[in-house]
């Protein structure tokens, strides 16, 4: 079993529509999770970074984090074409354990108008 | 773009030549890394720095050899590459490569074609 397990897609979802983007994880000990977008051609560029367990919102993008369940997702509200993207979640455990994120690999979005 | 630079952006290269690939981060990061990053898969850690010393090294073949003479610079060596080692490599620093968790910043990658 894979340490992070994300769909690859595509997902491709009509202007305006509410889009969710899920990572299932099996190490318990992972406190921190992050969420990167990638445009093609382009570095990964950070777009969500949330502590623990609870929610995170930052205009459209919504993080969650259930540690209970190890899923994590994130919602893109209002989805334009600009956020036509690769999203991949990554996840670490910080504080005495490995401080280096475990990537999974990638959910490609298209959004189309 | 983010303040990690990369180049060459692009590079296409037979399997007995000998390039390098360069990174330079303007972030005053303490930690470095190189990724490789191939279709249908995941980021795949390669090279860590962290106050210009190597802390980790995930198996990589000996033909990929890491160099940082100080923590604002990165390469990355390549010769007798295979066919299969194309892919985008990817290069990213962070605060302080240790302690909590780390955000990092990614440069645009070089896309490297052996032929």
């Known amino acids: 079993q894979k340490e992070v397990e994300q769909d690859p897609g595509p997902l491709s979802v009509p202007e305006g529509a509410i889009v969710s983007l899920n990572c299932t994880y099996s190490?318990?000990?992972?406190?921190?999770f992050m969420w990167y977008r990638q445009y093609s051609r382009k570095g990964p560029e950070l777009l969500m970074y949330?502590?623990?367990?609870g929610n995170k919102e930052d205009g459209r993008f919504t993080a969650q984090v259930d540690k209970s369940s190890k899923y994590i997702s994130l919602f893109i509200r209002d989805s334009q074409p600009s956020d036509s993207a690769t999203y991949l979640c990554?996840?670490?455990?910080?504080?005495?354990?490995?401080?280096?994120?475990?990537f999974g690999r990638g959910t490609s979005l298209i959004v189309h108008p | 773009e983010t303040g990690v630079t990369q180049t060459p952006r692009h590079l296409v290269m037979g399997m007995t030549n000998k390039k390098s690939l360069k990174c330079e981060q303007h972030?005053?990061?303490?930690?470095m890394y190189w990724y490789k990053q191939s279709a249908k898969k995941p980021l795949e850690l390669m090279f860590v720095?962290?106050?210009?010393?190597?802390?980790e090294n995930n198996s990589v073949p000996s033909r990929f050899s890491p160099e940082c003479p100080n923590s604002s610079h990165l390469f990355l060596h390549l010769h007798t590459l295979q066919p299969e080692d194309s892919a985008l490599y990817l290069c990213?620093?962070?605060?302080?490569?240790?302690?909590?968790?780390?955000?990092?910043?990614f440069g645009p990658g070089t896309r490297l074609l052996v032929l």
């Open positions: 990213a620093s962070s605060q302080s490569g240790g302690g909590g968790s780390e955000t990092q910043y």
């Open positions: 190490n318990s000990a992972f406190q921190y």
């Open positions: 972030l005053g990061h303490n930690a």
């Open positions: 720095y962290s106050l210009e010393e190597r802390v």
């Open positions: 949330t502590y623990s367990s």
């Open positions: 990554a996840m670490s455990e910080g504080g005495g354990g490995s401080y280096i994120p475990t």
